[in-house]
């Protein structure tokens, strides 16, 4: 790999926000890509609130070895109410000197690149990129965030499980997914189980409409019954969704899971491994090209640039094909 000669001192990688499959694999590929540049990285533990209190760690290309597999992330993550204030971010800014740190890698979501965005306008000298690191994909300028193929998966393979003991019981199950703002894995997770209903903050839930096709399902003689809920639906979580539901179809046999956060752990799939892994030699790459205030994502097969201000202010929406799919699968 070709040197530049543009030299930075010295590299941080942190995560931030919601804890994501593939994280690890980012922070592995940030520091590895580095090397490759002889620069130095530190990790910056448990977020904004590790920059606050200084706390760093050394990282090289041994230190990594062996986390790509793993779930969560290394170097924690926090929320940091003292970094939201001035004086939060001008003790982080000193930290960042003392540590001889001039560029930071920032793994996480829009609350992540909120933080980025203001603390490199009072301290332009510091260049900031980030990656997507959550499982609701509902970050804009990129096609997937890293976490989301895992937290689908393990959301399709709950579902399939509770399906055979639908099927066993001739039960109505409510699976609540996560997707407080958005309807990535409940729709996508829905419709690879064969759920015969989807409800997603995008689209307004008709409750009439829903108990309609419930009890033309029961008509049918359908062994088993799956609705797949966003956390985030309009008619509530899948507790309230079932008890409205309860008393205008009291023969049906109803339960209730909600998968919670055993959605966010776990091995990272092959898929968000490789993403990672590139979107985290992308960073590097950028900042050594004099590139900041940008998170870099995936279009297709291409790295995409988008300005934090973009990513943060726009997100991405569920495409009409997924919608049309949703209305002709759920019958």
């Given at each position: ?22 994280m690890n694999a980012c922070v592995r590929a940030v520091v590895r890509a ?12 448990r977020g904004y609130q590790g920059l606050i209190e200084n706390d760093f ?275």
């Amino acid at each position: 790999m070709l040197k530049t000669i543009f030299k930075m001192k010295k590299i941080g990688v942190m995560t931030s926000g919601g804890d994501s499959p593939g994280m690890n694999a980012c922070v592995r590929a940030v520091v590895r890509a580095a090397q490759q540049y002889n620069i130095p990285t530190l990790g910056i533990c448990r977020g904004y609130q590790g920059l606050i209190e200084n706390d760093f760690t050394a990282l090289d290309a041994r230190s990594v070895s062996g986390i790509i597999s793993k779930g969560g992330t290394i170097l924690g993550t926090a929320r940091s109410k003292e970094f939201m204030t001035p004086e939060g971010r001008k003790k982080a800014y000193q930290h960042l000197n003392e540590q001889g740190i001039d560029a930071i890698v920032v793994i996480g979501g829009d609350g992540t690149f909120t933080g980025a965005k203001i603390f490199m306008e009072e301290h332009p000298d510091i260049a900031i990129v980030g990656t997507p690191g959550t499982i609701d994909n509902d970050l804009y300028g990129t096609d997937y965030t890293i976490g989301y193929d895992t937290a689908l998966n393990t959301a399709m393979e709950a579902i399939d499980k509770i399906r055979d003991t639908a099927n066993a019981h001739n039960r109505l199950f409510f699976v609540e997914v996560m997707g407080r703002d958005a309807g990535f894995i409940a729709m996508r997770s829905g419709i690879a189980t064969g759920a015969e209903a989807i409800l997603v903050p995008e689209i307004k839930t008709d409750l009439e409409e829903l108990i309609a096709d419930l009890k033309r399902s029961h008509e049918y003689k359908t062994s088993s019954c799956i609705v797949v809920v966003a956390e985030g639906d309009d008619a509530g979580n899948a507790f309230n969704i079932a008890a409205q539901i309860k008393g205008k179809i009291p023969y049906e046999d109803i339960r209730v899971v909600v998968l919670g956060h055993i959605q966010r752990g776990g091995s990272p799939s092959c898929f968000d491994r490789v993403l990672a892994s590139r979107l985290g030699i992308a960073a590097v790459e950028a900042l050594i090209a004099k590139k900041k205030g940008i998170m870099l994502g995936q279009n297709g097969l291409k790295i995409a640039e988008v300005p934090f201000e973009k990513a943060i202010k726009h997100h991405q929406k569920l495409s009409s094909y997924l919608r049309t799919m949703m209305e002709i699968l759920t019958v």
